[in-house]
């Protein structure tokens, strides 16, 4: 069983930047496709960015694209997102995940979130 758990959010203003990272334990996590969730309050949640296993490949929500940047360190079991230019409707709960299903864009995992929010 993986364990992850997100870092990183905070209350910022819009157009600022923030970067969350995620710990993975628990077992090998570049054998799979990671990404991240969000859930807004009130909204179901939805993708946001996903990596494959080497790092390569990265897709994104088209809420977010050009935008976010999301990355991966295999040697530290670690995923990271970059959000730049901020805006109040990415408030949202962050969450890491994995167990992608590339068809439905669809993750079937994910672990402890980080509140981020976004003010005018």
């Known amino acids: 069983q993986v364990q992850l758990v997100a870092s990183g959010g905070g209350l910022v203003q819009a157009g600022d930047s923030l970067r969350l990272s995620c710990a993975a334990s628990?077992?090998?996590?570049?054998?799979?496709?990671m990404g991240w969730v969000r859930q807004a309050p009130g909204k179901e949640r939805e993708f946001v960015a996903a990596?494959?296993?080497?790092?390569?490949?990265?897709s994104y929500a088209d809420s977010v694209k050009g935008r976010f940047t999301i990355s991966r360190d295999n040697a530290k079991n670690m995923l990271y997102l970059q959000m730049n230019n901020l805006k109040p409707e990415d408030t949202a709960v962050y969450s890491c995940?994995?167990?992608?299903?590339?068809?439905?864009?669809?993750?079937?995992?994910w672990g402890q979130g980080t509140q981020v929010t976004v003010s005018s």
């Open positions: 628990g077992r090998t996590s570049s054998r799979y496709f």
């Open positions: 990596i494959n296993q080497s790092g390569g490949s990265p």
């Open positions: 995940a994995t167990d992608f299903d590339s068809s439905k864009r669809l993750f079937k995992y």
